[in-house]
């Protein structure tokens, strides 16, 4: 009998850049909104989808051998010690970017700053981090668990502040909210549990698994550019092109010419090729990336 690993994917605001991620990183998903078992074109692996709340909790205790999640919810479940962090996993692109979760009140409170929490009613989902937070602050308030609106609860009165998780911002000033405060940040994370990390195969697996997730993550955001560039014309082409490391650079049929490939940031791409033009370079040729892998 083939041995299994069981991975857990996040249902919710991470779904989507989760199964695009393993995508590009040459795993096909295919989820049923019926079920909490996805598919997954590897027959070693077993997927469950599960909130990126209940992750940690489930991984610590080995109902999952690892999983996909949010730092945020890490903290949240007192595991951080308990646990094995894989990877992280972290780029804007594919919705996988650094968010903090903070502390915001109404626009013309006259709540300035934490201290003035003291006796004051706070809802967040980041009920034992907001706590910890504000003991450490040495602040009481009232905490409560929201199940979610957070945003409208200020607003309308049913609580004083709100710890919520943003990003940009404009969630929270379109609804008229400011911050104070910031409570904590947060990335997402690829994590095990620590009896399947000491597995040889189930870590084999997972080092894996974080290779081919890096390497997709690394390639957002890039192109390859390849050229034609006569060995006349190189120094003055390599003068131009900011290479992650130094272009591979191939010698032609035609002694007199060499093949120049490279790797660059996608929004440098339509500034480069026509300076590379004028500066002697033929037959460029710009490709998507999948993996960059180191």
Same mark, same amino acid.
């Given at each position: 009998?083939?041995? @299994? ?37 590897? #027959? ?52 996988? #970017? ?41 602040? @009481? ?23 919520? %998780? ?27 549990? @620590? ?39 190189? @120094? ?30 996608? #929004? %440098? ?26």
């Amino acid at each position: 009998m083939n041995q @299994k690993m069981k991975l857990g994917i996040p249902k919710g605001s991470l779904q989507q850049a989760t199964v695009s991620l393993f995508k590009k990183a040459g795993f096909n998903i295919s989820i049923n909104e019926r079920s909490y078992v996805p598919s997954i074109d590897d #027959s070693d692996l077993e997927l469950y989808l599960l909130r990126a709340q209940e992750m940690p909790e489930y991984v610590y205790e080995g109902a999952l051998d690892c999983g996909i999640t949010g730092e945020d919810w890490v903290k949240e479940r007192g595991v951080s010690d308990k646990i094995k962090v894989v990877t992280d996993l972290v780029y804007a692109k594919q919705g996988l #970017s650094h968010v903090r979760w903070v502390v915001a009140v109404p626009e013309d409170s006259a709540i300035k700053n934490v201290n003035d929490l003291n006796g004051k009613r706070v809802a967040t989902e980041l009920l034992n981090v907001t706590k910890d937070y504000l003991r450490k602050k040495k602040v @009481k308030a009232d905490v409560d668990f929201s199940w979610g609106a957070t945003e409208v609860k200020v607003r309308v009165g049913l609580a004083d502040a709100i710890v919520e %998780l943003t990003e940009t911002g404009s969630s929270l000033r379109a609804n008229r909210l400011k911050e104070i405060a910031t409570v904590c940040e947060s990335k997402t994370q690829f994590i095990s549990n @620590k009896d399947a990390w000491t597995d040889k195969w189930k870590k084999a697996k997972m080092e894996n698994i974080s290779l081919l997730l890096n390497g997709a993550l690394l390639a957002e955001g890039k192109v390859g550019l390849k050229m034609n560039v006569a060995k006349k014309d190189l @120094k003055k082409i390599l003068n131009i092109l900011p290479a992650m490391k130094n272009p591979t650079i191939s010698e032609l049929s035609n002694k007199d010419w060499c093949d120049v490939d490279t790797i660059v940031d996608e #929004s %440098l791409a339509k500034k480069l090729i026509p300076n590379l033009k004028k500066a002697g370079a033929q037959g460029i040729i710009e490709y998507p990336l999948n993996k960059v892998i180191y």
